[in-house]
Nanobody, 130 residues
Framework: QVQLVESGGGLVQAGGSLRLSCAAS????????MGWFRQTPGKERDFAAA?????????RYVDSVKGRFTISRDNAKNTVYLQMNSLKPEDTAVYYC??????????????????????WGQGTQVTVSS
């Protein structure tokens, strides 16, 4: 029974920081690439960041968060993180973590697509006030 449980969301002022966590269970965590997606009401989930399986040697970010967000993983804790700095009101969304079976040490094609992930968490709300 695979579970991904996000935490760390909340309300923050523009320019502030939050660190999201996603604790995984029921899978061989290191063998999965992990992604963060975000969704606002009435829209589909959009890619934010991804990290490759095992040591997390490769990362990918949507352009709008580059330089502000950092994705990382701790395989000993079966947890992936999203450190979000310099937050903007447009970052407001429900943030979801997702797991994708990895083929190797690097991110594969499709890591930015919500159609390519096997498991999803329940989401955590991030609200950035102006």
């Amino acid at each position: 029974q695979v579970q991904l449980v996000e935490s760390g969301g909340g309300l923050v002022q523009a320019g502030g920081s939050l660190r999201l966590s996603c604790a995984a269970s029921g899978l061989s965590f290191g063998a999965y690439s992990m992604g963060w997606f975000r969704q606002t009401p009435g829209k589909e989930r959009d890619f934010a960041a991804a990290i490759s399986g095992w040591s997390g040697i490769s990362t990918r970010y949507v352009d709008s968060v580059k330089g502000r967000f950092t994705i990382s993983r701790d395989n000993a804790k079966n947890t992936v993180y999203l450190q979000m700095n310099s937050l903007k009101p447009e970052d407001t969304a429900v943030y979801y973590c997702a797991a994708r079976r990895a083929a190797g040490y690097f991110l594969a094609r499709g890591s930015g697509s919500n159609l390519e992930y096997d498991y999803w968490g329940q989401g955590t709300q991030v609200t950035v006030s102006s």
